[in-house]
C-alpha cells in the first residue's frame, strides 16, 4: 500500500483529478475498513492482532491524507458535482461528520445484528403493504383456570393497547345455566352478576364480545351428567349430541336463550361444531350419510337461532366442513346460515387446510374466518408456551389470510387467537393464562401489525410494562427466540397482570427439573434404592444415606414452590384452579419424595441381612418364568 501512495505523489502533478479521486476513494474505503474493522473488533471481542492491525490502519489513513496534501487543489470548472463533494470532504474532513456516519453505520449495522438475535420466525410476508386482520380476537376459554373478574378488569384494557378488538368467550360449564339447565352449570360458576360485570369491562375496554355455545361435538360437561345422558350420540360416551332427536334441539334452544339473555346485543354467535367424534351411530342416524347429518344439523341449529334473532352472525368451526363436497354445502345453503372459522394451530397452515380447501369455502362462504393460537396447542400439559412456535403460527396465518382474503366475496372477517386451557372438558389444565400473557402480546402485536420486527420493542415493553435495559439510546434485543421460547430470560422482570405466575412457571420449571433428576439418579440410575432393592429390603444403609443426603432440600423447596403457587396465584384464580393446578404440578412430585423418604427409612432399619440368592419374585410365574427346582 505504501508503494501504492508513493506513486500516487509522483503522478499527482500530472493527473490532479482522476488521482484527487482515486485518493479520496481509497480514504473512503480505508475509513471504511477501519469501521467494519472495529465492529468486528467489538463482536470479537478485541484481541492483540487486531489491535495491532488497527494501528496500522491508522497509520495508513495518515500518510494517505499527508500524501493527498502535496497535490495542489485547485478546483476547476471541469470538476463536476462529485468531485466537489470529495473535495470538500477531503478539505474539511469534519470530525463531527466522521463520527455521526459512523455511528449512523454502527447503528444500521447493529439493528441488523439485533435483528437476528431476536430469533422471530421468517416468514416471507409483504413488509411494503403488511395484512392487518379487520378483526382481532382474543379467546377465553373458561373450561379450566377461570380468572377472577379483577384480574380481567386488568387484562381487558391490556389486550386492548396490544390491537386486540374483541373477546371470544367459551363459557363451557362456567356459564350460570338456570332451571333445567341448572345441572350442567359448574359449582364455581360465575354468577349472572359476574357475567354481566365481565361484559360491562369489555364494553368499558371497546371489545366486541363473541359467546361460544357447544351445540354438536365437545358436549362432555353437559352430556357427562345423568339427566342428559339420554341425548348422547352414543350411550357411554358424552362427546356428541345425537343431531336426530327432537330433544337434543330443545335442550340446545334452552341453551343459547339463556345465554343470549346476558348477551342482547351481541352481533355474533359461535355455536362450536367442531371435532364430533361420533356421528351416525345411534339407531337413526345411521339411516343417514355423515355428510347429511352435519349439514342437517348445522342448519337446524342455525335456523332455530335465527328464528329468533335473525340478524345475528353465526360462526362455526372449520374442521367437519374440510371434507365435505362444495355441492353438499351449497345445496344446503350453508353460506347463508354460518361464516366458517378456519383453524390451524401449527406452523405450516396449509398443510392441514389445501388450496382446495380454501377455493370451496371462498364458492361456499361470502367470509370466513380463522383461528391461530397462543397458547394450548403443543401439549396438553405444558405449563408455558413456546412463544416462538406461536408467534411463528399468527405470522403465518397474516401470509396465509393475505393471501386469501381476495377470493372471498367479503374478504375475511378476522383471527381468533385460541388460548386452550384444557383440551376437552375432562383433561388437565394446560398453560394458564396468567402465564401466557407474553406469548400472546407477541402474537397479538403481530396480528395487528401484520409484522413483527424490531419496532414492536417500544409498544410490547411499555405494555407489560418491563424495566428499561440500560439508558443507551442504542436498540437492543428485547427477545430472544431462539434460545429463551418462554421468555422468561427477556420478559421475566416485567410487571403486567399475572407476571407473578409467569415467574412462577419459571420457578416450577427449575425445581421440575431438578426433582426429575433427583428421582432419575436414586431409583434408577444408582443401585442400591431402585424398586428391586425397597422389594426385598435390601439395600446399604450407608449408600442410603448418600443417596438421601440432597433429598430434605430439594423436599422442602417444592414445599416452599407450593407456598408460593398458592400466593401468586391466589389473585387470579379462585380456590379450585388452585388447588386443581398444584395438585397435578406439584403434588406428584411431593410424593415421590415422601415415598423415598419412607424407603429410605425402611431400608435403614435393617441391621441383618439374608444369605443370597434372595427369594426370586413369585410373580414372575406369570411371565413364563418358572418358581426354582427345589
Ligand atoms: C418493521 O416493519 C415495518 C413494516 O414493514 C417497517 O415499516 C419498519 O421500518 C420496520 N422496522 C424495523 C426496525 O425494521
Ligand atoms: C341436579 O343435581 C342434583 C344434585 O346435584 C339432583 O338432586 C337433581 O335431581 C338434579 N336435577 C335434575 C333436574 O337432574
Ligand atoms: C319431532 O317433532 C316433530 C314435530 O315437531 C315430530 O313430527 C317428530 O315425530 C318428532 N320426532 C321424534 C323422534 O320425536
Ligand atoms: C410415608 O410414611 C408415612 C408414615 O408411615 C405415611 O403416613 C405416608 O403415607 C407415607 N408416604 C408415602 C408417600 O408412602
Ligand atoms: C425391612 O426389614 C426391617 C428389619 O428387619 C423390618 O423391620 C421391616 O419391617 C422390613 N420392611 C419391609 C417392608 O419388609
Known amino acids: 500500500m505504501n508503494n501504492y501512495i508513493q506513486h500516487l505523489g509522483l503522478t499527482a502533478w500530472r493527473k490532479k483529478t482522476s488521482i484527487l479521486l482515486a485518493a479520496s476513494l481509497l480514504v473512503l474505503l480505508i475509513l471504511g475498513l477501519q469501521f467494519s474493522q472495529s465492529e468486528q473488533e467489538k463482536a470479537a471481542g478485541r484481541n492483540l492482532k487486531d489491535k495491532d492491525l488497527m494501528e496500522s490502519f491508522d497509520r495508513d489513513i495518515a500518510l494517505a491524507l499527508k500524501n493527498v496534501k502535496f497535490v495542489e487543489l485547485k478546483p476547476t470548472k471541469a470538476l463536476n458535482a462529485l468531485d466537489q463533494r470529495i473535495l470538500s470532504k477531503l478539505e474539511q474532513p469534519s470530525r463531527e461528520e466522521i463520527t455521526m456516519r459512523k455511528v449512523a453505520e454502527e447503528n444500521e449495522r447493529s439493528m441488523h445484528e439485533i435483528e437476528k ?105 353437559a352430556l357427562k351428567h345423568s339427566t342428559w345422558s339420554k341425548l348422547r350420540e352414543v350411550p357411554d360416551s358424552p362427546q356428541a349430541l345425537c343431531p336426530s332427536r327432537n330433544a337434543s334441539l330443545d335442550f340446545l334452544k334452552e341453551m343459547v336463550k ?22 351416525g351411530e345411534c339407531e337413526v342416524c345411521r339411516q343417514e350419510l355423515h355428510e347429511n347429518l352435519f349439514l342437517r344439523h348445522v342448519r337446524n341449529v342455525a335456523n332455530m337461532i335465527h328464528e329468533k334473532w335473525p340478524r345475528l352472525r353465526l360462526i362455526i368451526w372449520d374442521d367437519m366442513l374440510r371434507h365435505l363436497s362444495q355441492q353438499s354445502m351449497q345445496d344446503i345453503g350453508l353460506g347463508s346460515l354460518v361464516e366458517p372459522m378456519v383453524w390451524v394451530y401449527a406452523e405450516d397452515i396449509y398443510r392441514f387446510v389445501q388450496s382446495p380447501v380454501w377455493d370451496k369455502y371462498a364458492a361456499v362462504f361470502k367470509t370466513a374466518w380463522t383461528a391461530s393460537a397462543f397458547k394450548g396447542a403443543f401439549g396438553e400439559t405444558l405449563y408455558v408456551p413456546d412463544a416462538r412456535r406461536h408467534l411463528e403460527n399468527n405470522l403465518r396465518w397474516i401470509d396465509v389470510m393475505s393471501q386469501q382474503a381476495q377470493f372471498f366475496r367479503h374478504g375475511l372477517s378476522g383471527i381468533v387467537l385460541t388460548g386452550w386451557q384444557r383440551y376437552d372438558h375432562f383433561a388437565v389444565l394446560c398453560e394458564l393464562f396468567a402465564a401466557s400473557i407474553p406469548s400472546l402480546a407477541l402474537s397479538l402485536l403481530a396480528v395487528s401489525r401484520g409484522y413483527f420486527n424490531l419496532s414492536l420493542k417500544a409498544p410490547l415493553i411499555s405494555t407489560l410494562s418491563c424495566p428499561e435495559h440500560g439508558t443507551t439510546s442504542r436498540p437492543s434485543p428485547f427477545i430472544t427466540l431462539e434460545s429463551d421460547v418462554h ?11 399475572g407476571s407473578p405466575v ?79 393446578w398444584i395438585e397435578q404440578r406439584i403434588y406428584p412430585y411431593i410424593i415421590e419424595l415422601e415415598k423415598i423418604q419412607n424407603h429410605s427409612s425402611i431400608l435403614k432399619n435393617v441391621n441383618n441381612w439374608p444369605s443370597r440368592p434372595l427369594p426370586p419374585l413369585k410373580d414372575l410365574q406369570r411371565l413364563g418364568v418358572p418358581l426354582p427346582e427345589e
Open 502 to 580: 409467569f415467574r412462577l412457571t419459571y420457578r416450577l420449571h427449575n425445581t421440575e427439573s431438578e426433582v426429575l433428576d433427583y428421582l432419575k439418579m436414586t431409583v434408577h440410575h444408582k443401585g442400591w434404592m431402585t424398586a428391586y432393592n425397597v422389594k426385598h429390603n435390601y439395600s446399604l444403609p450407608l449408600r442410603v444415606d448418600e443417596l438421601t443426603s440432597d433429598l430434605p432440600r430439594i423436599y422442602h423447596s417444592l414445599l416452599a414452590l407450593t407456598r408460593a403457587a398458592y400466593d401468586t396465584m391466589n389473585e387470579i384464580y379462585d380456590y379450585y384452579t388452585i388447588a386443581e
Open 258 to 279: 339463556q345465554v343470549m339473555a346476558l348477551h342482547p346485543r351481541i352481533s355474533y354467535l359461535h355455536i362450536g361444531c367442531d371435532e364430533v367424534f361420533q356421528m
Open 117 to 221: 438475535q431476536l430469533g422471530i420466525p421468517f416468514v416471507n410476508l409483504d413488509m411494503k403493504n403488511p395484512y392487518v386482520p379487520k378483526h382481532r380476537i382474543v379467546h377465553f376459554d373458561l373450561k379450566g383456570a377461570p380468572p377472577k373478574i379483577g384480574f380481567l378488569k386488568k387484562v381487558f384494557p391490556l389486550i386492548k393497547t396490544l390491537g386486540a378488538t374483541g373477546i371470544l368467550i367459551e363459557y363451557e360449564d362456567m356459564f350460570p345455566y338456570d332451571g333445567i339447565l341448572k345441572n350442567i352449570t359448574a359449582k364455581n360458576a360465575y354468577t349472572v352478576e359476574q357475567v354481566t360485570e365481565i361484559l360491562r369491562l369489555a364494553a368499558e375496554s371497546k371489545l366486541e364480545v363473541i359467546p361460544l355455545i357447544q351445540t354438536f361435538g365437545h358436549m362432555e360437561f
Open 487 to 497: 421468555l422468561w430470560d427477556k420478559l421475566g422482570r416485567c410487571m403486567f397482570p
